[in-house]
Structures are given as structure tokens and as C-alpha cells.
């Protein structure tokens, strides 16, 4: 079993800045892949961005350049810095861990909101 939990959204003017971190206990040392989605309201559950456990990443168009994630395998936690925060990226954002195995684990979310 793994938890995921996630904590960082909250309430930020357009153009400013989140850091997102998604801790994990449980059975961690098992996750491959990690990473961001999210879903707006009345919208499907989106790709933001994922992470290897070696480091490579993968990112919607919607966010390259804008938001980056990392990943602290000591810590297991996952993070995702945005920038230039947009009203459009707002949304409940979850954490994803995906074990070696191929069974996939979601955090319960955290909700950005994006508006002056």
C-alpha cells in the first residue's frame, strides 16, 4: 500500500507562483513513475507532468515552460513549481505514484485557484 498526499495549492493572483509537494509513505520505495494532474470543474482529469524515478520528465503543452517537476527519491516527495499561474490552471490538482509493478495510487488533491 501507498499513500500520497498532497499539500501547497491555494489561492494566488495571475502571474504568481505555487510549489506543490506530494509526500509518500507506504510501500514508496516501489513507485516508478510520479506525477501531476488535475481536473477543472465540469473537465475531465488531466496530464500535467510526470517523473521517472531517474529523473526523466514529460509535461503538457499547456504548462512547458511554465511549471516544473522534481523529485527528492530520499524524501519521497514530488514536487511541481509553477510560474506564471494562469486562471485557466485552475483546478484540483492530484499526485499519481505509479509502483514497478504497474498499480497506481492517487493522492485525495489540493485545489490552485488562480484569480485577482
Known amino acids: 500500500q501507498v499513500q500520497l498526499v498532497e499539500s501547497g495549492g491555494g489561492l494566488v493572483q495571475p502571474g504568481g507562483s505555487l510549489r506543490l509537494s506530494c509526500s509518500a509513505s507506504g510501500s514508496s520505495f516501489s513507485i516508478n513513475t510520479m506525477g501531476w494532474y488535475r481536473q477543472a470543474p465540469g473537465k475531465q482529469r488531466v496530464l500535467v507532468a510526470t517523473?521517472?524515478?531517474?529523473?526523466?520528465?514529460d509535461y503538457a503543452d499547456s504548462v512547458k515552460g511554465r511549471f516544473a517537476i522534481s523529485r527528492d527519491n530520499a524524501k519521497n516527495t514530488v514536487y511541481l513549481q509553477m510560474n506564471n499561474l494562469k486562471p485557466e490552471d485552475t483546478a484540483v490538482y492530484y499526485c499519481?505514484?505509479?509502483?514497478?509493478?504497474?498499480?497506481?495510487?492517487w493522492g485525495k488533491g489540493t485545489l490552485v485557484t488562480v484569480s485577482s
Open positions: 499519481k505514484g505509479t509502483l514497478i509493478v504497474g498499480v497506481v495510487y
Open positions: 517523473i521517472t524515478s531517474g529523473g526523466n520528465t
